[in-house]
């Protein structure tokens, strides 16, 4: 395996991780974004009330997209398997 090869697949796994996790973290900054202002605006300090809609949010999330990220991911392992495959020979 050369050292393009090896970056090729370091690269791709990276912009595989930004793709899967993306959504996760966007709707994350939003909800706590959300909730934050609402806290600020109502003055209501609690921590807890950051953390249970952000939960609830990741969960709905991964409900909607988690068939999509699982197609992604396995058609990512499967072209990963297969460059790997041949670069062997």
């Keep these: 395996m050369t050292q393009e090869a090896i970056i090729g ?15 996760l973290l966007a709707v994350s900054l939003i909800v706590g974004l959300i909730v934050s202002i609402v806290q ?3 003055q ?6 950051t953390f249970v809609p952000k939960v609830i949010a990741i969960f709905g999330v ?5 068939p999509w990220m699982l197609q992604m991911l396995l058609g ?3 072209n990963t398997f297969a460059q790997m ?5």
């Design 85 to 89: 495959a041949t670069f062997a020979h």
């Design 76 to 78: 990512y392992t499967a």
């Design 40 to 42: 600020a605006v109502t």
């Design 9 to 23: 697949l370091s690269q791709q796994a990276v912009v595989m991780m930004l793709v899967l996790a993306g959504p």
């Design 44 to 49: 209501v300090n609690e921590m807890t009330l």
């Design 62 to 66: 991964l409900i909607v997209l988690g």
